[in-house]
T-cell receptor, first 109, second 113 residues
Framework: DAKTTQPTSMDCAEGRAANLPCNHS???????VYWYRQIHSQGPQYIIH???NNETNEMASLIITEDRKSSTLILPHATLRDTAVYYC??????????FGKGTMLLVSP | EPEVTQTPSHQVTQMGQEVILRCVPI?????FYWYRQILGQKVEFLVS????????KSEIFDDQFSVERPDGSNFTLKIRSTKLEDSAMYFC???????????FGPGTRLLVL
């Protein structure tokens, strides 16, 4: 699976959009971009995933660049409960999840 | 919304003892997984299970570990003779076909003394 690079930490003000970047320059054509988050040692929570097109669900939006070498997870209106470690994971359909260190997002009042 | 559940939430055991961690995957899911997370470290894959067989396992999943689906609902991880370094959070996950999203349970915190 392709390796990903994420910033170690980010800050966001409550109510503002949180934009979390991820680089995956070695991604292959059949690899998906998945985002999970982990709130204080709870089980990882699935957020969203995509292959080529931008995706949106009730939690977030995923913007994937046209060359697919990077992506951005957008939480449109961050709340204090969004404080968590966010993991960007690239995987083929048949591989297990390989977690990195992720980005620690701190949402402040 | 269906969820993966795990029991117990916490388990304390003596080194050398056997432990069984239990998971109830989401009901229509066919693929099951165990991951673990040592305190302060990354989430690590242990094993995946499909059709009553191990489909993939990591180097961590040695002979001390085993998995089983004893009935139609439970999925278990057994550690035969626990070591201090087995202390970690253990997460169960499940998915429909393996290419689909994995959903995680809340975890079992195992402490080996």
């Amino acid at each position: 699976d392709a390796k990903t690079t994420q910033p170690t930490s980010m800050d966001c003000a409550e109510g503002r959009a949180a934009n979390l970047p991820c680089n995956h320059s070695t991604i292959s054509g059949n690899e998906y971009v998945y985002w999970y988050r982990q709130i204080h040692s709870q089980g990882p929570q699935y957020i969203i995933h995509g292959l080529k097109n931008n995706e949106t669900n009730e939690m977030a939006s995923l913007i994937i660049t046209e060359d697919r070498k990077s992506s951005t997870l957008i939480l449109p209106h961050a709340t204090l409960r969004d404080t968590a470690v966010y993991y960007c994971i690239v995987r083929t359909g048949y591989s297990t999840l390989t977690f990195g260190k992720g980005t620690m997002l701190l949402v402040s009042p | 919304e269906p969820e993966v559940t795990q029991t117990p939430s916490h388990q304390v055991t003596q080194m050398g003892q056997e432990v069984i961690l239990r998971c109830v995957p989401i009901s229509n899911h066919l693929y099951f997984y165990w991951y673990r997370q040592i305190l302060g470290q990354k989430v690590e894959f242990l094993v995946s299970f499909y059709n009553n067989e191990i489909s993939e396992k990591s180097e961590i999943f040695d002979d001390q570990f085993s998995v089983e689906r004893p009935d139609g609902s439970n999925f278990t991880l057994k550690i035969r003779s626990t070591k201090l370094e087995d202390s970690a959070m253990y997460f169960c996950a499940s998915s429909r076909p393996t290419q689909e999203t994995q959903y995680f349970g809340p975890g079992t915190r195992l402490l080996v003394l």
